[in-house]
């Protein structure tokens, strides 16, 4: 199975944006050109997420993320602000092959089983946004990394999978946007119990740190933002080093 390198744009308003532990965010670029340059690199898969519509209890903005699907010819995930099924749907329609789910799975678990039943588990990700309590303890945040859930992360996981999700976006709050590397101890609690793929997110530094979180933590797919976004790496390049450390992925055009 060849892994997937994955970038990641989080949306607010017209802007692609980025922070530091899911805050501070700056503008980094236009949604439609990144998603069109990452295509052109080479990703296997793109998510764009809306990172502000449920913090703001408004749904997220359809257009702008059909205009994103337009762009590219890859599997897209899309996510941000989803309360219903028609939500979903609504992704569905605008170009989305998959949609991710966080604030409102963790108020309604039974949106969770409610859409699998009606677009299948291959279109249904759980995004858990984990935030370390105490050693080999992380609590799922929500709303853009900024509000308590009060659950253990591992938990949350374990109960959506029995609802039927089939992939999981794990993102460390705690390492999201440092360029440090991805936090391993999160990443293999996660999957060492889980049968579905797990995308990691949160703290890729280079290829050196992909191949850690492929190799020991077993994660399926990257998802990479700010070594991306800033210009530290093309997908091309991090795809030639994954190969030379016999990882197989898709060969960058």
């Given at each position: 199975m060849k892994v997937r390198i994955i970038p990641r744009l989080d949306i607010k308003g017209p802007n692609v944006v980025k922070g530091i532990h899911m805050e501070g965010l700056r503008v980094v670029g236009e949604p439609r050109a990144l998603a069109r340059k990452y295509y052109e690199q080479g990703a296997d898969e793109l998510i764009a997420m809306d990172s502000v519509a449920s913090l703001y209890g408004r749904s997220p903005d359809f257009d702008l993320m059909r205009s994103i699907a337009n762009e590219l010819f890859i599997p897209l995930t899309m996510g941000?602000?989803?309360?219903?099924l028609q939500d979903i749907n609504n992704f569905l329609r605008a170009?989305?092959?998959?949609?991710a789910i966080n604030t409102f799975a963790t108020r309604r678990p039974e949106l969770l089983a409610e859409a699998v039943h009606q677009f299948g588990s291959q279109c249904i990700v759980l995004s858990v946004e984990a935030k370390r309590t105490s050693p080999g303890k992380w609590e799922p945040y929500i709303e853009g990394g900024r509000e308590?859930?009060?659950?253990?992360?591992?938990?949350?996981?374990?109960?959506?999978?029995?609802?039927?999700?089939?992939?999981?976006?794990?993102?460390?709050?705690?390492?999201?946007?440092?360029?440090?590397?991805?936090?391993?101890?999160l990443l293999t609690a996660v999957t060492s119990f889980c049968p579905v793929p797990v995308v990691i997110?949160?703290?890729?530094?280079?290829?050196?740190?992909?191949?850690?979180?492929?190799?020991?933590?077993?994660?399926?797919?990257?998802?990479?933002?700010?070594?991306?976004?800033?210009?530290?790496?093309?997908i091309g390049n991090l795809k030639k080093e994954l190969s030379a450390n016999s990882i197989p992925v898709r060969s960058a055009p």
């Open positions: 941000g602000g989803i309360q219903s170009g989305a092959d998959k949609v308590h859930t009060g659950l253990d992360a591992i938990e949350w996981i374990k109960r959506a999978l029995d609802l039927g999700v089939g992939e999981i976006l794990l993102t460390s709050v705690d390492f999201d946007g440092t360029r440090k590397g991805f936090d391993l101890e997110h949160g703290g890729a530094k280079d290829a050196a740190s992909l191949t850690q979180a492929i190799k020991e933590g077993k994660a399926d797919a990257v998802c990479v933002a700010s070594i991306l976004h800033y210009d530290d790496t093309t």
